[in-house]
């Protein structure tokens, strides 16, 4: 049981806009940025959003991220075939005195 | 170009120890904390343990603390994981990670290292 909360999976059929979900608590979210990565498959994450709405260099637009008290979410609009991936939010805990991350979101582009 | 290689990983029993390494290049290894994050087959990320620059801070997640021990080499920009009284549940792709300036996120990470662990 992750600390975080994601839904298993979500879906979109190419050009719509999806939004995935994390539920924290105070200790976590509610005090804290959020951080997103993405995770192809059989690679490594990568960064997507830091800071709970900041994008890293490369990261396109289409991508965006928004907190708001002990919940955050990703947006990813203009949804393409190469976003089909597990998604993943994160957050230090100052309860745990470490950082937790979701159980993840499997995004699959219909 | 930031490279982070991963080495040590393997089959041990349950019990048994073993050292993780991660060998950074590209960027100023003093200048950044890190971090090892794991992935049981099929399963999400979890946080393991961080450090800080000058490795006198370290972080662990409750599930590795007491066994697991992370530690640095500066001088040979390399991180470590010091694994011991393994058991099957820490079977996982054990992945280090840059921490991005003062966050804790993670902006590069390894390809990974696999630890099994059974009998």
């Given at each position: 049981q992750s600390v975080l909360t994601q839904p298993p999976s979500a879906s979109g059929t190419p050009g719509q806009r999806v939004t995935i979900s994390c539920s924290g608590s105070n200790s976590n979210i509610g005090s804290y940025t959020v951080n997103w990565y993405q995770q192809l498959p059989r690679t490594a994450p990568k960064l997507l959003i830091y800071i709970s709405d900041q994008r890293p260099s490369g990261v396109p637009e289409r991508f965006s991220g928004s907190k708001s008290g002990t919940s955050a979410s990703l947006a990813i609009s203009g949804l393409q075939s190469e976003d089909e991936a597990d998604y993943y939010c994160a957050a230090w805990d100052d309860s745990l005195n470490a950082v937790v991350f979701g159980g993840g979101t499997k995004l699959t582009v219909l | 170009e930031v490279q982070l290689l991963e080495s040590g990983g393997g089959l041990v029993q349950p019990g048994g120890s073993l050292r993780l390494s991660c060998a950074a290049s590209g960027f100023t290894f003093s200048n950044n904390a890190m971090t090892w994050v794991r992935q049981a087959p099929g399963k999400g990320l979890e946080w393991v343990s961080g450090i800080s620059e000058s490795g006198r801070t370290t972080y662990y997640a409750d599930s590795v603390k007491g066994r697991f021990t992370i530690s640095r080499d500066n001088s040979k920009n390399t991180l470590f994981l010091q694994m011991n009284s393994l058991r099957a549940e820490d079977t996982a792709l054990y992945y280090c990670a840059k921490r991005?300036?003062?966050?804790?996120?993670?902006d590069y990470w390894g390809q990974g290292t696999l630890v099994t662990v059974s009998s």
């Open positions: - | 991005y300036g003062s966050i804790w996120g993670f």
